[in-house]
């Protein structure tokens, strides 16, 4: 997460995801929060008029990102004050990610940083982590890559989710066939994180596509699931036409919305 992109589209799906399956919980966020980029034009999926929302976090987001402070701070506060979140039901952990001159201090701040970011969210039956990018394999991006702090390593969303009974992962697509993507990513997640529990993949598709990954404790599973049925029931899934959200199972098959 940068802080350019706060009341982007992107926030859009997460923040609705948050408020309609786990509005009775406590969450805890983790930003990733990366320095922002100059390179490129990205968090500019703000005309909300254009896009045929449904849900009233809309408003809010579009006065974040058209404010003379648009970051994190600007958004959460927003959100709490217009009450669309609870702000007593919500921790969070802000600290950058990625700090270091070298590969050495890289990778020391981010064993330091991930054991803050466990602490700050311990107790929190759902943990949200909105990386830039998302997961990836440490191999392909070590602790101390300049670019390392884009990512969760597969091994700190293992350590999240040990303290957690959901943990949401935020999954930006590469170029390549989003259902193609999500079931290598799913059989990833599979590998990596040994254990018996449920995984779900929800895929938001306006504008700028993007997936969250869910994994759920065996014991919170059957809340989970009326829980995201009753989501798939409700408007917050849909835009003015139609569905903007899918969600499938661990195998990668579609579970909502249910083709008639």
Not at 9 to 32: A, N, P, Q, R, T
Not at 183 to 190: A, H, Y
Not at 217 to 242: I, M, P, Q, V, Y
């Amino acid at each position: 997460m940068q802080n350019r992109y706060a009341g982007d589209i992107g926030d859009y799906s997460k923040f609705v995801l948050m408020k309609h399956l786990f509005e009775d919980k406590d969450i805890g966020i983790v930003w990733y929060l990366y320095p922002d980029e100059t390179h490129n034009k990205d968090g500019l999926h703000i005309e909300y008029g254009k896009y045929g929302l449904t849900d009233s976090v809309k408003e809010i987001l579009k006065n974040v990102a058209n404010s003379k402070n648009r970051n994190i701070d600007t958004l959460m506060e927003a959100l709490y004050k217009e009450g669309y979140l609870d702000g007593n039901r919500i921790k969070e952990f802000k600290d950058l990610v990625s700090v270091g001159e070298n590969m050495q201090e890289r990778c020391e701040h981010r064993t330091k940083w991930h054991k803050r970011a466990q602490e700050a969210v311990k107790g929190c039956p759902v943990v949200f982590v909105d990386p830039d990018n998302g997961l990836v394999k440490m191999e392909c991006y070590g602790k101390g890559h300049k670019k390392s702090g884009k990512y969760i390593f597969f091994h700190e969303a293992g350590e999240f989710f040990e303290d957690a009974k959901v943990l949401i992962i935020y999954q930006h697509f590469p170029r390549k066939k989003h259902i193609e993507f999500i079931e290598e990513r799913l059989e990833d997640i599979k590998r990596e994180i040994p254990g018996d529990y449920g995984l779900y993949a929800i895929k938001f598709n306006k504008v700028s596509p993007r997936v969250y990954f869910v994994l759920v404790e065996k014991d919170a599973k059957k809340e989970f699931e009326k829980n995201l049925k009753e989501f798939f029931e409700s408007d917050f899934s849909r835009s003015k036409d139609g569905h903007v959200f899918a969600a499938y199972d661990a195998e990668g098959r579609q579970l909502y919305p249910q083709s008639v």
